[in-house]
């Protein structure tokens, strides 16, 4: 794989204070590459301070501007985000590609980029601005080498919302991703246990997922991984954990019987596929993108309903075999699509191809 840099330093990488998973998107996505590439991939060996004096400015602007609902989702709001997500670096010598997700990287001379995005979904909460969202990815489509989409729900929402015309560059192209399996959660024989985990549970159907464990039969328990507050009315059988770190939720996912995964706003669905990799029967939001990665290895439900969420709760608890058999093929389907030896060789030949391809055009960012 051609030499390739990141847009983060080598002191930005490493576990955060307390173990958050909040922002793996930001930092372990790199992480995995750095990894995975075995020297090709690099950390930058710095920022443009300026910049980055304009960035923290641009970004305290946008969030006194999203006060304001009209600010919020305002065309101006969008623009100054833009800016903050555009990246100056300076790369060790013989990088050949630039790599970002997210964030946008450049650097002096310029170098072809490779930009990775989960695309655009319609289908997500009131706050969500596709239009917006849609400038933003036609500005950093049109001025990398090749943009890589997570999926294929993802790329249709590109499709629909920028036309064809600017579709040429796009591929789908999972993340690459390490799942670094801990020993099996111990637990003590009994419930049959399911899992939820959803760093903003309220996004991501949890009240619909409570409101279904009132339904179920004794001897099924949920455990609730998430950064929001417990309710106070929580069923009995609920187990509200809060926020735990990443290699407590896997070693859980793994002594878990069900992933419940009902969200209906996801853009990829790490947690899904940490259950894969896990070996653990999912229930996923019938339509998302959790679904479109499953194929058919879990149980799909309307994740909002919560009869539809209690009936396959109750339908997996009351069936072993079946648990083992999407379990089994959850996991195969993580080695064939999702695992690094299935995603890496792909991603290298997306990136080799941008290098071939020649510089990004940086002039075409705010």
Not at 37 to 50: F, I, L, R
Not at 68 to 83: F, K, Q, T
Not at 175 to 182: A, C, K, R, S
Request: proline share 9%; aromatic share 6%.
């Amino acid at each position: 794989m051609k030499q390739t840099a990141v847009p983060v330093t080598g002191g930005e990488l490493g576990p955060e204070p307390g173990g958050s998973r909040v922002d793996w998107d930001r930092r372990f996505l790199y992480e995995c590459l750095i990894r995975w590439g075995g020297g090709s991939v690099v950390p930058s060996t710095g920022m443009a301070g300026w910049h980055e004096t304009a960035a923290t400015a641009t970004r305290g602007a946008s969030r006194l501007l999203s006060r304001a609902p009209a600010g919020r989702s305002s065309r101006l709001n969008r623009r100054l985000r833009d800016v903050a997500q555009v990246r100056r670096v300076r790369v060790p010598p013989g990088t050949q590609v630039l790599y970002g997700n997210i964030t946008f990287p450049l650097s002096r001379p310029r170098l072809p980029v490779v930009w990775s995005t989960q695309g655009i979904l319609d289908d997500r909460p009131g706050m969500w601005f596709p239009r917006r969202s849609a400038e933003t990815h036609r500005r950093f489509i049109d001025a990398s080498a090749l943009t890589q989409c997570w999926s294929n729900k993802g790329r249709a929402g590109l499709q629909e919302w920028l036309g064809e015309e600017h579709m040429a560059k796009v591929e789908v192209v999972p993340p690459l991703v390490y799942v670094d399996l801990p020993a099996p959660w111990s637990r003590t024989a009994g419930d049959i246990t399911a899992v939820f985990v959803g760093a903003y549970g309220w996004l991501k159907n949890l009240p619909a997922a409570l409101e279904a464990m009132r339904h179920v039969d004794p001897g099924l328990a949920l455990e609730v991984i998430t950064a929001d507050p417990p309710p106070p009315d929580l069923p009995s059988n609920v187990h509200w954990l809060g926020p735990r770190p990443r290699p407590e939720v896997l070693a859980r996912l793994r002594s878990a019987d069900v992933h419940l995964f009902p969200s209906s706003t996801e853009s990829f669905g790490m947690a899904g596929i940490e259950a894969m990799a896990a070996g653990v029967a999912q229930i996923v939001h019938r339509g998302g993108v959790p679904a479109e990665c499953a194929a058919g290895t879990a149980l799909e439900v309307d994740g909002s309903d919560p009869e539809q969420v209690a009936a396959a709760l109750i339908r997996l608890a009351g069936d072993d075999d079946l648990r083992s058999t999407l379990a089994t093929r959850g996991h195969r389907r993580w080695v064939d699509h999702f695992s690094p030896e299935a995603v890496g060789p792909r991603l290298a030949e997306l990136i080799d191809r941008a290098a071939d391809a020649g510089r990004s055009d940086g002039r075409r960012i705010p």
